[in-house]
T-cell receptor
């Protein structure tokens, strides 16, 4: 158990509204990641962080922003949600030997 | 470009039968390699990992995987599957050993009673 929690676990929101998903870790890992998972696409990296206030884009970053003001929390924000952002979102941390450990996921529906 | 390929989208085996899930990678140096499992509605769980040394690695739940450099493969095996092994399996490798991981598209395993 890598001590990763995500909140909320489920959310339904309307198109055009802002949404923030939270990832919290208890083990002081430097690297944290946000992925989305969609049928037929597998896991796709949205953004990741390599330290407090240090973030970088992944392959599907358009429409998403992130913030990391402290080691344990990594926030993913959809500034104006669209139906194409309906997905399951996973947070992950990277252990010292490069493997990643995942949170339980957040199922987001944008109507 | 680096890639991780899982050629089989779906695999069906009978309970008690042996299993092999294929994974091929393209990478210049000796890669780190991982297998993950995802049960329905759950997050991904690390099954096993290869870094170096012995090319046959043991993981949790009775799984093993063998790294074959000549074939650029890291296939996952289990001698006898159980109904609870029905899940989706992902092979993964870091990009140039940097900050990010490439995941294969996944193989969904179905178990026949």
């Amino acid at each position: 158990d890598a001590g990763i929690t995500q909140s909320p676990r489920h959310k339904v929101t309307e198109t055009g509204t802002p949404v923030t998903l939270r990832c919290h870790q208890t083990e002081n890992h430097r690297y944290m990641y946000w992925y989305r998972q969609d049928p037929g696409h597998g896991l796709r990296l949205i953004h990741y962080s390599y330290g407090v206030k240090d973030t970088d884009k992944g392959e599907v970053s358009d429409g998403y922003s992130v913030s990391r003001s402290k080691t344990e929390d990594f926030l993913l924000t959809l500034e104006s949600a669209t139906s194409s952002q309906t997905s399951v979102y996973f947070c992950a941390i990277r252990a010292t030997s490069h493997e990643q450990y995942f949170g339980p996921g957040t199922r987001l529906t944008v109507t | 470009a680096q890639s991780v390929t899982q050629p089989d989208i779906h695999i069906t085996v009978s309970e008690g039968a042996s299993l092999e899930l294929r994974c091929n990678y393209s990478y210049g140096a000796t890669p780190y390699l991982f297998w993950y499992v995802q049960s329905p509605g759950q997050g991904l769980q690390l099954l096993l990992k290869y870094f170096s040394g012995d090319t046959l690695v043991q993981g949790i739940k009775g799984f093993e995987a063998e790294f074959k450099r000549s074939q650029s493969s890291f296939n996952l095996r289990k001698p006898s599957v159980h109904w609870s092994d029905a899940a989706e399996y992902f092979c993964a490798a870091p990009m140039n050993r940097d900050d990010k991981i490439i995941f294969g598209k996944g193989t969904r395993l179905h178990i026949l009673p």
